[in-house]
C-alpha cells in the first residue's frame, strides 16, 4: 500500500504563494497518475490538477487554471503543486492523491474524477488571509 505525505501548506495573504509537496512510497511512482484535490469546510472534495504518468499532460480545474502548476520528480518520488496569486477562495486542505491503476490511458474527464485515485494523502491546510 502506498503511503502519500503532503507539507507545505500553511498561512499566507492573498496574492501570495506557496508550494505543496506530497512524497510517495514505493517503487513505482514513475508508472502513476497523480492528482491534488482539496475540500473546504463543509464542502466536498474538489479537483485542483492532475499530472499523467511520465508527466505527459497536466490538467486543472478551471478555477485555478494560470495560477497553480502541478509538476513531478520521479526520482525523488514526489508531486508538487506550485500556488500562486492565491485568492480568498483558495482555503482548504489539500489532498494528493494517486490514480488506482498504472499507466492509464484516460479520457481527459477521468482524470477529473476523484473516484478514479485510491490512495490518498492525510491533506494540508492552505489558509488565506485577505
Known amino acids: 500500500q502506498v503511503q502519500l505525505v503532503e507539507s507545505g501548506g500553511g498561512l499566507v495573504q492573498a496574492g501570495g504563494s506557496l508550494r505543496l509537496s506530497c512524497a510517495a512510497s514505493?517503487?513505482?511512482?514513475?508508472?502513476?497518475?497523480m492528482a491534488w484535490f482539496r475540500q473546504a469546510p463543509g464542502k466536498g472534495r474538489v479537483f485542483v490538477a492532475t499530472?499523467?504518468?511520465?508527466?505527459?499532460?497536466?490538467y486543472y480545474a478551471d478555477s485555478v487554471k494560470g495560477r497553480f502548476t502541478v509538476s513531478r520528480d520521479d526520482a525523488k518520488n514526489t508531486v508538487d503543486l506550485q500556488m500562486n496569486s492565491l485568492k480568498p477562495e483558495d482555503p482548504a486542505v489539500y489532498y494528493c492523491a494517486r490514480a488506482h491503476t498504472p499507466f492509464n490511458l484516460w479520457s481527459t474527464s477521468d482524470y477529473y474524477r476523484a473516484t478514479n485515485f485510491g490512495s490518498w494523502g492525510q491533506g494540508t491546510q492552505v489558509t488565506v488571509s485577505s
Open positions: 499530472i499523467t504518468y511520465s508527466a505527459r499532460s497536466t
Open positions: 514505493g517503487r513505482t511512482f514513475s508508472s502513476y497518475a
